[in-house]
Nanobody, 127 residues
Framework: QARLVESGGGLVQPGGSLRLSCAASGTVFRINNMAWYRQGSGKQRELVAAITSGGSTTYAASVKGRFAVSRDNAKNTVNLQMNSLKPEDTAVYYC?????????????????????WGQGTLVTVSS
């Protein structure tokens, strides 16, 4: 059973940095797009950053220039480096994987899981 596990959340002061990590475990051969979303208290879940298997990235306007997303295709991991954090960055951060081939046979036969979500990790930015 494929799943995603996030780590790295916590409490940080405004202006500080945190690095979130997400690892796919279980039966996973290849992942197309990977992304980070966040959901603040009383708010809708929003896209923070995304990265394709080829390394192309997309960022929300609110984090551009402060956050950086990266991935290791061989290890099926994705990271989010968050710098110059602000109180409004406080949220539960979720990792998402899109078009997941669980085995080589699935990959060559175009059989994919549509998406996987992690359980979320809380980031709190406060003095």
């Amino acid at each position: 059973q494929a799943r995603l596990v996030e780590s790295g959340g916590g409490l940080v002061q405004p202006g500080g940095s945190l690095r979130l990590s997400c690892a796919a475990s279980g039966t996973v051969f290849r992942i197309n797009n990977m992304a980070w979303y966040r959901q603040g208290s009383g708010k809708q879940r929003e896209l923070v950053a995304a990265i394709t298997s080829g390394g192309s990235t997309t960022y929300a306007a609110s984090v551009k220039g402060r956050f950086a997303v990266s991935r290791d295709n061989a290890k099926n991991t994705v990271n989010l480096q968050m710098n110059s954090l602000k109180p409004e960055d406080t949220a539960v951060y979720y990792c998402k994987a899109e078009r997941v081939a669980q085995t080589y046979a699935d990959y060559v036969n175009d059989r994919y899981l549509v998406e996987l979500w992690g359980q979320g990790t809380l980031v709190t930015v406060s003095s």
